[in-house]
């Protein structure tokens, strides 16, 4: 439960910046430096990760490089629409809208690829959907 907080406090706030952004600075140029920052703080978090396993997995690069540099790069071209989205509608409709890409991923997660399978975890992530479209309605009625 602590860590779903934390998540949704410090995902929340990402783009709180750019509020505080000069409009010369920002769009692609935000991307820039978040990329920037990305790259100076997830090595960090990775091997702090492996020294609390105590143990470095296989990485298997021929078999994983591909797939995860195309991962990589869907997901920063998502990355760099939401942060124009949420430029363009704002914090409070922008941000919650590109959010709302978490339930389309679980739909295609379920039935495509099932990871997730029984009625009771299924149901589990609907409510979850429920929670997460109730919020994003919320701020844009509210926000």
Partial sequence: LGCAFALGLLNGSMLVPTRFTPEDKQGIRYVISFAIGQMLVMPVIVCLYFLARRRVPSFKLRVTALPGFLSGLLWNIGNVCSIY????????????LTQLALAFAGLIGIFWFKEIRGVYLIAFWMISVVILLTGAVLLGMFG
């Fill in 85 to 96: 989205a949420t430029l363009y509608l704002g914090l409070t409709i922008g941000f919650p």
